[in-house]
């Protein structure tokens, strides 16, 4: 499977003047979006809830503007979080989850 850039890095999440979140999330966040659903393929509706694990902050950002701007988790019970919140969550001595686990 190809892993294509999320279009996050480098800052760009954080760049929102005009329209720069909109080119950034149909130029390089539109091909990472197909590739989400295409892991999902089997499942497509909301009925089933699906996770995304975003692998750096950047990706978090740019993952989370997708989901978003095109209403993934109402049509299709896809929600994300970063790995390090799962690899805290995993940690032996942390007493409270450091994960709500919601839908975002």
């Given at each position: 499977?190809?892993?294509?850039?999320?279009?996050g890095?480098?800052?760009?999440t954080?760049m929102?003047?005009?329209?720069?979140?909109?080119?950034?999330?149909?130029?390089?966040?539109?091909?990472?979006?197909?590739?989400i659903?295409?892991a999902?393929?089997?499942?497509p509706?909301?009925?089933?809830?699906?996770?995304?694990?975003?692998?750096?902050?950047?990706?978090?950002?740019?993952?989370?503007?997708?989901?978003?701007?095109?209403n993934?988790l109402?049509?299709?019970?896809i929600?994300?979080?970063g790995?390090?919140?799962?690899?805290?969550?995993?940690?032996?001595?942390?007493?409270?989850?450091?994960?709500?686990?919601?839908?975002?």
């Open positions: 499977m190809h892993n294509y850039c999320c279009g890095g480098s800052g760009l954080v929102s003047p005009n329209n720069f979140a909109d080119w950034r999330i149909s130029v390089a966040g539109r091909m990472n979006f197909k590739q659903l295409d999902f393929a089997d499942q509706g909301p009925e089933v809830k699906k996770y995304v694990c975003a692998p750096c902050s950047n990706c978090k950002g740019q993952i989370r503007d997708i989901l978003q701007y095109y993934a109402e049509r299709s019970g929600t994300y979080g790995l390090v919140e799962l690899i805290v969550n995993a940690m032996v001595d942390v007493q409270e989850p450091f994960i709500k686990w919601e839908m975002h």
